[in-house]
């Protein structure tokens, strides 16, 4: 259910968003030249997974089916998390054209199962240098066109208001994305994003578990 978390995102970020959209309406404006900077290093992020998506699709959904790369991936995503707290200290960077596109890239690796998206974009913005606020929001601002183009592309957009339980599962999902992003704003800020590895490793052993028990 993509519809309530792309929501929470909007609305989160509702300021940047607004001013991305006055850029491109106001294209001479100098003020919001940073503001069409961003739209510029989200379109460029955005390319690797619209390329990885369209080509591999297919690929993509029988590797859905692999329980053991899915215990894999989620010791992938921990190990990740773990070494973003442990990057030497380096001089703050912002947002460039190149490192807009290696965070597209390490978006486009959340395609497969079990990798966290906004755990690898967000680890591969601190790999880089860049500070830990940019690099959160820059993350979820990555996700809306991604989010859209796969609404758009599979034409799943629910309606969600049919009935008291569509909408109850909806608030709920929203209110949780919402909770989620203040969350996860939060860890990173104390340097606490190493402790979800620690799931993510109990949640690869279980996984491995169960693909031993079944395949034998």
Not at 22 to 33: A, E, V
Not at 77 to 98: C, D, N, S, W
């Amino acid at each position: 259910m993509q519809e309530p978390c792309l929501l929470a995102i909007l609305l989160y970020f509702y300021k940047d968003i607004k001013k991305i959209v006055l850029s491109l309406i106001f294209y001479k404006n100098k003020s919001l030249h940073n503001a069409r900077r961003l739209f510029a290093f989200i379109v460029l992020g955005t390319f690797p997974i619209a390329v990885v998506g369209g080509i591999w699709e297919h690929r993509i959904e029988e590797i859905f089916q692999n329980t053991f790369f899915l215990a894999f991936a989620f010791f992938f995503t921990g190990v990740i998390l773990f070494l973003a707290e442990r990057f030497p200290y380096r001089k703050i960077r912002y947002l460039q054209y190149h490192r807009a596109f290696l965070i597209g890239i390490a978006q486009a690796f959340a395609l497969l199962p079990g990798i966290s998206r906004s755990g690898v974009t967000i680890s591969t913005g601190l790999a880089l240098g860049i500070k830990r606020k940019e690099s959160f929001r820059f993350s979820f601002l990555l996700v809306v066109p991604a989010i859209l183009g796969a609404l758009i592309k599979t034409g799943s957009v629910r309606e969600f208001l049919v009935g008291p339980e569509e909408i109850t599962a909806f608030l709920f999902a929203f209110l949780a994305g919402c909770a989620s992003l203040v969350l996860l704003k939060k860890v990173i800020s104390i340097r606490k994003l190493s402790y979800f590895s620690f799931y993510l490793w109990g949640i690869s052993l279980f996984t491995l578990f169960l693909a031993l028990r079944h395949s034998g």
